[in-house]
């Protein structure tokens, strides 16, 4: 396993997989600015950048003393919908046994139910480069 865990819109990879909302960048932005800055326990925001659509959080250990730097990007994408992806790296060396993966799943979790998103304003990448599609 990596000291790092990421979404990519060109992933093959469906896990953690990043999120594009049929949704205004600024809600999306708001709810996660919410939550990374202490509505999901252990979070705490150390940087964020509207302009630049970069969240940086410092995520805490409930149960093992793990702490990750997630980089959280948002962004518009080339058909004006709010692309969500996001980074988690070790702060000190070693793997990350599935910490990393987790914390962003469970951020974006949070995301989708703080937005109440419906299925039909979460979007995903298809085989053409551009395109979005509903997620069934």
Not at 29 to 49: E, F, T
Request: glycine residues 10%; hydrophobic residues 40%.
């Amino acid at each position: 396993m990596s000291r790092e865990t990421h979404t990519d819109d060109r992933a093959n990879e469906p896990d953690p997989c990043g999120r594009t909302y049929a949704i205004p960048f600024g809600s999306v932005w708001d709810a996660a600015v919410s939550l990374a800055g202490g509505r999901l326990k252990g979070w705490k925001v150390v940087s964020a950048d509207e302009h630049a659509g970069l969240i940086v959080a410092r995520v805490g250990g409930r149960v093992l003393p793990f702490h990750s730097r997630v980089e959280v990007s948002i962004e518009l994408d080339d058909n004006a919908q709010t692309r969500v992806d996001a980074r988690a790296r070790g702060r000190s060396g070693g793997v990350n046994r599935g910490v990393h993966g987790h914390r962003i799943r469970r951020l974006l979790r949070f995301l989708d139910r703080v937005l109440a998103a419906e299925p039909h304003q979460i979007l995903q990448r298809t085989a053409v480069p551009g395109h979005t599609a509903a997620v069934k």
